[in-house]
């Protein structure tokens, strides 16, 4: 089920041609439910509306990931974006794209900017070590039609390559909080590599997920918080594939 949430067109802080550039907000939860209220609050300042996937009903430990991501692209589309903000419920902007996203998007479309996707290992503190402080994701993206779309089963983007859109980095932080709970470490290592055991999705593997060899934290610098805050609460947030296994 898709739920549309938009808002009556009004300038913010930070926003240059608000009436005719539209931001829209998409997401899909189905284990991380009670996440999406923080991640509404987080990207108020930020977008036009939202649009959420409920994901609750589906079969199985993990649905389509491309049958997702294509209807909230569709639905998107539909509501006449301009551009596409796409996040889950556990990721947090860092409160400055606020007063920058007026700049983001004030140029001619075609573009997909890229955040520094922050793994969280406290509320406060983020890892940098090895791949985890190279790690970019491009979720901010002029909207386009949804038969454009196409991706793999997993792990791919929100567009694909031959759109022609230019990467750009934006400097600002995407924050994930799902690594912050150890036993969510490597319940996220064992529920990849159950997707996907011969790691043709993901050459890398997954078991890297759970190793904290060489483990280096950063703080959240001063300026570049977060909002809300965040106080974890232990939970799984995704299947528990140690409860579902066959044979």
Known sequence: MITIAMKPPRRRRGRWLWSRQKIVAVFSYRYDQHLVPDLVANLDPVVDGWIAYDDRASDGIFSSEPQRRRALIAAAYEVGANWVLAMDPDERLENAVASRIGRLISG?????????????????????????????????????????????????????????????????????????????????????????????LQPIGYDYLADETGMILEAVPAGREYFPAHADDGGLWMADVSANRQG
């Open 108 to 200: 001619s479309g075609h573009v997909a900017w890229g955040f520094r996707c922050r793994e969280l290992y406290t509320p406060a503190s983020y890892r940098i070590d090895g791949a985890w402080g190279r790690k970019t994701q491009h979720r901010l993206f002029s909207a386009y039609h949804p038969d454009r779309y196409q991706s793999k089963d997993l792990h791919g983007a929100w567009f694909p390559e031959d759109i022609g859109f230019r990467l750009k980095d934006s400097g600002l932080n995407l924050y994930h909080l799902k690594m912050i709970e150890p036993k969510r470490r490597v319940a996220r290592r064992d529920l990849y590599n159950r997707l996907d055991p011969d790691r043709q």
